[in-house]
């Protein structure tokens, strides 16, 4: 069994609580690379959920909509792999006018500081500050990576010799701290992101 399960047990919709003390951002070197990156993650305001297989992810993304009432919503997503959580879920994602929340995968989830790699893959020509403000990534435990040079690689590697472009990291997932200087770091504003991570490892 993955720590992840031993850590969260039956996840639910409520990310788990923090230590206070600890301050966000920390290298953690002696902890495994999925477990540094949740703390750190949780350390930045996402909201964790974590699934064994596809039927958890459904069931997750079902109680997500159920806890924001979004359904019958407009949803911004590029990826046709997701489009049958949608359509499953009946909620429209052609011909938006007004998009309520993104629903997208990523490239990597970064491990040192709790953060998400994103590209071109995933939102064309869009930047973060031009999405709407909740999100809900769909990611697999093989995609955690332990720092943004090692996610950098994994692009190359993959899409040698058509990079995609528009890549960018974001860790700002606190809708409270819009003044803070992870915002002006990444030049972007806090999202409501929700992680959906699938264990494939």
């Known amino acids: 069994m993955s720590f992840l399960k031993r850590l969260f047990g039956n996840t639910d919709n409520k990310s788990a609580s923090t230590d206070a003390d600890v301050s966000p951002y920390m290298r953690l070197p002696n902890l495994p690379l999925d477990e540094q990156f949740t703390f750190n993650f949780k350390k930045n305001g996402g909201?964790?959920?974590y699934?064994?297989?596809?039927?958890e992810i459904y069931e997750h993304f079902?109680?997500?909509?159920v806890e924001n009432d979004w359904f019958e919503s407009d949803v911004l997503s590029f990826n046709p792999n997701l489009f049958e959580i949608l359509e499953y879920n009946r909620l429209n994602y052609k011909n938006i006018t007004h998009a309520v929340f993104v629903f997208s995968t990523c490239e990597s989830l970064i491990s040192d500081e709790g953060s998400i790699m994103f590209s071109s893959n995933q939102f064309k020509s869009l930047k973060i500050t031009e999405l709407p403000e909740n999100m809900v990534i769909?990611?697999?435990?093989?995609q955690i990576k332990p720092n943004k040079s090692e996610g950098m690689s994994q692009i190359k590697h993959l899409y040698h010799p058509n990079y995609p472009t528009n890549i960018s990291t974001?860790?700002?997932?606190?809708l409270g701290?819009?003044?803070?200087a992870n915002a002006s770091q990444y030049g972007s504003t806090p999202k409501n992101l929700y992680l959906l991570l699938l264990e494939d490892l």
Do not use: P
Request: aromatic residues 16%; proline residues 0%.
């Open 170 to 174: 974001f860790r700002n997932f606190d």
């Open 177 to 180: 701290t819009k003044t803070d």
């Open 138 to 142: 769909f990611a697999k435990t093989s």
């Open 62 to 65: 079902e109680n997500i909509l």
């Open 47 to 49: 909201k964790f959920l």
């Open 51 to 55: 699934c064994e297989n596809i039927e």
